[in-house]
């Protein structure tokens, strides 16, 4: 046998090796209810973009289920620069007037869901297009304070406060893969911009999944960042609620968001690294998984 033939056998081992691994998690998740935020790096990176809707295609053919969830930041504050609009924080909160909300709203359906709407049906999955006004799937109300409770102005930013999963379940039960942005209407009828790691979370409980997969730009939750060997493979929800208050500020609405899933019955949470190709199937369908998992 030559090298070759040698080193192709090898390969074929490997992925015949992989395909077996994954058979418990293809038995496990099979029907199952994923929604996956789909954020940071994987969002602005076209490969790893490509990679992220070959994912989402791949698992609609096994069987899983998956609901996708996106913000927009990196696009939105690139947007805002063209039109020449100032972007402003206050809380690591975006100031949103109505001018900022219709390029908000714009950016986010019309260039973000419809691009990875369009790579998910290259790779061969059907998808439907959404966001939180569509036949009232979220409900939100004005963020009027700070995480301290201090009094807040940043305008037309809310929280969801009621998810009403309908049309999420019709496109899941019609084969296809929903693609949902985050603004959502509030009491008054005007529509705001809410956070999407949050979004997830509410949209996980009311859907009943069996998981909620955060994507982030770092290999996982740290318990004392940026020392990186103090990376938390595992965690359950008593320590996180003690870590939470140390977290750095850009990880607590994620790990909120894990703790507000498993408070509403979804059984697990993760936090994976959106920087390395196919993170979704590597966390699902193999034993070690990558991120930080969070359990009840």
């Known amino acids: 046998m030559s090298q070759n033939q040698v080193q192709d056998a090898a390969l074929a081992r490997i992925k015949a090796e992989a395909l077996i691994e994954s ?9 199952k209810v994923v929604v996956i935020k789909f954020g940071g790096n994987a969002m602005v990176d076209e490969q ?18 998956p609901v996708v969830v996106h913000g927009g930041g990196p696009q939105i504050t690139a947007r805002l620069a063209e039109l020449g609009i100032e972007t402003e924080f206050r809380s690591g909160l975006r100031v949103t007037s109505p001018e900022v909300m219709q390029v908000v709203k714009d950016v986010l359906r019309n260039q973000i ?14 998808t439907v297009v959404l966001s939180g006004e569509d036949s009232s799937l979220f409900r939100a109300e004005q963020t009027k304070t700070d995480q301290a409770g201090h009094a ?11 998810v009403n999963p309908r049309i999420v379940l019709e496109a899941l039960a019609a084969g296809v ?7 959502a209407p509030g009491a008054d ?7 999407a790691d949050l979004a997830a979370a509410s949209l996980a409980v009311a859907l009943g999944a069996e998981k909620l997969l955060l994507l982030t730009d770092v290999a996982g939750l740290y318990s004392n960042w940026p020392n ?3 990376l938390i493979s595992e965690i359950h929800v008593a320590e996180l609620t003690d870590l939470l208050p140390q977290l750095e500020s850009g990880m607590i609405p994620k790990m909120q968001a894990c703790l507000n899933a498993l408070a509403g019955g979804v059984p697990r949470a993760h936090i994976i ?14 034993s070690s998984g990558v991120g930080t998992l969070v359990l009840p």
């Not at 691009?115 to 790779?123: C, D, F, H, I």
């Open 177 to 183: 893969v929903p693609i949902i942005s985050t603004v």
């Open 23 to 31: 058979l418990p998690w293809l038995q496990d998740f099979h029907g």
């Open 189 to 195: 009828g005007s529509l705001l911009n809410v956070n």
């Open 48 to 65: 790893l973009t490509k990679a992220f809707a070959e994912d989402m295609a791949y698992l609609r053919f096994v069987g899983i289920k």
């Open 273 to 286: 690294d959106g920087r390395a190709p196919h993170s979704i199937l590597l966390e699902i369908f193999t």
């Open 113 to 126: 869901s419809a691009q990875l709407a369009t790579l998910v049906e290259n790779a061969g999955a059907k």
């Open 152 to 162: 807040l102005d940043i305008g037309l930013v809310g929280e969801v406060t009621q």
């Open 228 to 230: 990186k060997d103090s």
